[in-house]
């Protein structure tokens, strides 16, 4: 019994001493100023709070021609393997009626993906030659997506684990310049197990959750979602291309975006895993989760020390 108020003190106490407080939310009205003077993710950086203040109304001011407030949306879907899924998602995403352009990449994939994919509309396609791995997919789409001039990125996996439809919500959230960066959580209202999450990832995903958020005190439900929403200007000032090409580019981002000091928004997303919408073997998923604590731990270390971490440098001034 003693031992367990010595760990509930003890937990209490960390999160008191290295939570960090929440950023004050910001309303810029073309989304474009993200700048907090920080010098860059793990780098010496303050990490402090972006200044924000709440305009409702430039929240819907601007309809001029685009389909949501006048922002580009580009939808990318980091594929491998995903022939069975990959329309379905596809014509769920256009049904959404906001979205711009797909941009689907290719991982070397052994099946259909890049024919099925070369069928649909509104779509570019982008195979790579060798596998590269998850990471490296994702960096494509960003760099692909930017080229092309999205204002809002969103990210969904293409093996039909999370809805489209959720895709206006959070495109909205990041065009009224709330917030830069947008979670679909599978843990908020309590899809995961529902969904067929198996028990033993769901217990890893909330204890690596609980141990992220102690670290880089943030208050987040999940940093593993594959269904994200990034702004431009957000994904210019982080260094992501300098992250793993491997599983944990995931949890590095979210790492980079908090130590930019921006606050991560969160909705709840319906979860399926049928039909085998997850395919990371137990080894590395192991090898994920170790990934993630040292994220985490690298975060603090470098908060505390004001030393820089090897994938993120001072960002660019501008
Ligand atoms: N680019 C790339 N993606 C991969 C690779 N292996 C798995 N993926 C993708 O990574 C994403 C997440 O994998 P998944 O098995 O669905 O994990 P889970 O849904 O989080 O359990 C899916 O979109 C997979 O297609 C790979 O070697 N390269
Ligand atoms: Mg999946």
């Known amino acids: 019994m003693r031992v367990l108020v010595l760990v509930i003190v003890l937990v209490i106490v960390i999160v008191i001493v290295i939570g960090s407080p929440h950023p004050v939310l910001s309303y810029k009205p073309?989304?474009?100023?993200?700048?907090?003077?920080?010098?860059?993710?793990?780098?010496?950086?303050?990490?402090?709070?972006?200044?924000?203040?709440?305009?409702?109304?430039?929240?819907?001011?601007?309809?001029?021609?685009?389909?949501?407030?006048?922002?580009?949306?580009?939808?990318?879907?980091?594929?491998?393997?995903?022939?069975?899924?990959?329309?379905?998602?596809?014509?769920?995403?256009?049904?959404?009626?906001?979205?711009?352009?797909?941009?689907?990449?290719?991982?070397?994939?052994?099946?259909?993906?890049v024919a099925i994919a070369r069928k649909l509309d509104n779509t570019t396609v982008h195979a790579h030659p060798v596998n590269q791995g998850y990471g490296a997919n994702q960096k494509t789409c960003y760099r692909l997506a930017l080229e092309a001039g999205a204002d809002i990125i969103i990210m969904v996996h293409p093996d039909y684990q999370y809805t489209p439809k959720l895709i206006p919500a959070m495109a909205s959230m990041i065009a009224t310049g709330l917030y830069p960066c947008v979670l679909a959580s599978r843990i908020l209202g309590g899809y995961a197990l529902r969904g067929g999450m198996p028990f033993w990832r769901y217990a890893a995903n909330r204890f690596l959750t609980l141990a992220a958020n102690l670290l880089t005190g943030a208050k987040l439900s999940e940093y593993h979602t594959g269904y994200r929403a990034y702004s431009r200007p957000l994904l210019e000032q982080l260094p992501f291309e300098k992250n793993s090409d491997d599983f944990i580019f995931d949890n590095q981002i979210l790492a980079q975006v908090l130590w930019h000091g921006h606050t991560i928004a969160e909705i709840s997303c319906p979860t399926s895993y049928a039909g085998g919408a997850s395919s990371i073997s137990f080894l590395r998923s192991v090898k994920y989760g170790f990934g993630c604590l040292w994220v985490a731990l690298a975060y603090r270390i470098a908060k505390i020390t004001g030393t820089s971490h090897r994938y993120c440098e001072k960002a660019d001034p501008d």
């Open 30 to 113: 073309d989304g474009s100023d993200l700048s907090d003077g920080t010098t860059g993710c793990f780098g010496p950086g303050t990490g402090g709070p972006s200044n924000i203040s709440w305009n409702p109304q430039g929240m819907l001011s601007d309809n001029s021609g685009s389909m949501i407030q006048g922002k580009k949306v580009i939808v990318v879907m980091p594929a491998y393997n995903a022939a069975e899924t990959l329309r379905k998602t596809h014509d769920e995403v256009m049904a959404t009626g906001v979205v711009d352009h797909i941009i689907v990449v290719d991982d070397a994939s052994g099946d259909e993906t």
